[in-house]
T-cell receptor, first 113, second 112 residues
């Protein structure tokens, strides 16, 4: 069984569109994250949710809006996509407010044309 | 704020060579330390972690890392690399209750 699953795996879209990436974890973790990995493989935290509440919101454009309907899900909605949004987006989860290791999803490769 | 640096951007080795990847962090308090590996086209997976105790930790696939508190370092080692170790390696730091901070990654290419 996949611990952290995110869909879709690939997303190709035009500039200006709105898209969503879904993430679900079946590990019973309290904390979920979204990371962005750019073309140089640099990993940057975007958001962190603990028990459905936003904990970390790094400098991310308002076009990015996370939504956590319950603690097992953390979706990422992106409005008005721009070329610079092209990257791989990883969902992750951990227990005990990040004191344990991170479990990563398989990533969503977003290409904005 | 915490930061993590990794000494090498790209390391190229022949099979059976020994590996050491450097990692330094900036936070002076108690931290948890991790090494993650990302094989081509895949997600990040945990190689090993240090929370407390013996500063020499052993992970999967023959990797080990040594925590040297005085140097704020957590270097990754493997005595003999294989072609299948070709991947991106990330050092990460987590301060209790805070966010994970990742280093910029080191790409390892192992030549057969």
């Amino acid at each position: 069984d996949t611990a952290v699953s995110q869909t879709p795996k690939y997303l190709v879209t035009q500039m200006g569109n709105d898209k969503s990436i879904k993430c679900e974890q079946n590990l019973g973790h309290d904390t979920m994250y979204w990371y962005k990995q750019d073309s140089k493989k640099f990993l940057k935290i975007m958001f962190s949710y603990n028990n459905k509440e936003l904990i970390i919101n790094e400098t991310v454009p308002n076009r990015f809006s996370p939504k956590s309907p319950d603690k097992a899900h953390l979706n990422l909605h992106i409005n008005s996509l721009e070329l610079g949004d092209s990257a791989v987006y990883f969902c992750a989860s951990s227990s005990r407010e990040g004191r344990e290791k991170l479990f990563f999803g398989s990533g969503t490769q977003l290409s904005v044309l | 704020a915490q930061s993590v640096s990794q000494h090498n951007h790209h390391v190229i080795l022949s099979e059976a060579a020994s590996l050491e990847l450097g990692c330094n962090y900036s936070y002076g308090g108690t931290v948890n330390l991790f090494w993650y590996v990302q094989y081509p086209g895949q997600h990040l997976q945990l190689l090993l972690k240090y929370f407390s105790g013996d500063p020499l930790v052993k992970g999967i696939k023959g990797f080990e890392a040594e925590f040297i508190k005085s140097k704020f370092s957590f270097n990754l080692r493997k005595p003999s690399v294989q072609w299948s170790d070709t991947a991106e390696y990330f050092c990460a730091v987590n301060n209790y209750g805070q966010n994970f901070v990742f280093g910029p990654g080191t790409r390892l290419s192992v030549l057969p």
